[in-house]
T-cell receptor, first 115, second 111 residues
Framework: NAGVMQNPRHLVRRRGQEARLRCSPM?????VYWYRQLPEEGLKFMVY????????ESGMPKERFSAEFPKEGPSILRIQQVVRGDSAAYFC?????????????FGPGTRLTVL | QKEVEQNSGPLSVPEGAIASLNCTYS??????FFWYRQYSGKSPELIMF????GDKEDGRFTAQLNKASQYVSLLIRDSQPSDSATYLC???????????FGTGTRLQVFP
């Protein structure tokens, strides 16, 4: 049973370009979460999605960032017009259902570097 | 005030000793707590979760939760050099599904 998959593992972009990060949840998991980890900092929640729905995007910057989880295919975190401050590790996690003690399992992350 | 607080460390313990990692939280709505281990440059790996007051043991690991004191801890018995990593404490609120992480405690186990 494959775990959470993320690609690419490393992404380099120049300022002003777009970054697209993909996440495929574990088999049987329909809930996806995106977190960002800045260097030497803890993980910060960005957005929580179910298939075709954004449930909570309270942690996502209002501008330049968007996320989707279509009916078919992976969840995508999109960052438009990247800036150097976007350089971070972006982790995706998935869980089978909401609430209680449902555990979130993390993917390997995408390390974004903005030049 | 941060919602989940951890001492950043590093916490240094000799091999074979007990490592004690602590975490406090401010949101009384937090119902479940998770301990993740993160090696440098890697993703968080779940160690344990706990949602009831008291202790929960799994192998060399024991998680402790005291809701009255808003305190969570992780004990690692017989610490090994391979346990050297950053340990992240996270709380999950009953009303949301987002994990709120502390900044992590770096543990160093020396031979």
């Amino acid at each position: 049973n494959a775990g959470v998959m993320q690609n690419p593992r490393h992404l380099v972009r120049r300022r002003g370009q777009e970054a697209r990060l993909r996440c495929s949840p574990m088999k049987g998991h329909s809930h996806v979460y995106w977190y960002r980890q800045l260097p030497e900092e803890g993980l910060k929640f960005m957005v929580y999605l179910q298939k075709e729905n954004i449930i909570d995007e309270s942690g996502m910057p209002k501008e330049r960032f968007s996320a989707e989880f279509p009916k078919e295919g992976p969840s995508i975190l999109r960052i438009q017009q990247v800036v150097r401050g976007d350089s971070a590790a972006y982790f995706c996690a998935s869980s089978p259902r909401t609430g209680g003690t449902d555990t979130q399992y993390f993917g390997p992350g995408t390390r974004l570097t903005v030049l | 005030q941060k919602e989940v607080e951890q001492n950043s460390g590093p916490l240094s313990v000799p091999e074979g000793a007990i490592a004690s990692l602590n975490c406090t939280y401010s949101d009384r709505g937090s119902q479940s707590f998770f301990w993740y281990r993160q090696y440098s440059g890697k993703s968080p790996e779940l160690i344990m979760f706990i949602y009831s007051n008291g202790d929960k043991e799994d192998g060399r690991f024991t998680a402790q939760l005291n809701k009255a004191s808003q305190y969570v801890s992780l004990l690692i018995r017989d610490s090994q050099p391979s346990d050297s990593a950053t340990y992240l404490c996270a709380g999950l609120s009953y009303n949301t599904d987002k994990l709120i992480f502390g900044t992590g405690t770096r543990l160093q186990v020396f031979p």
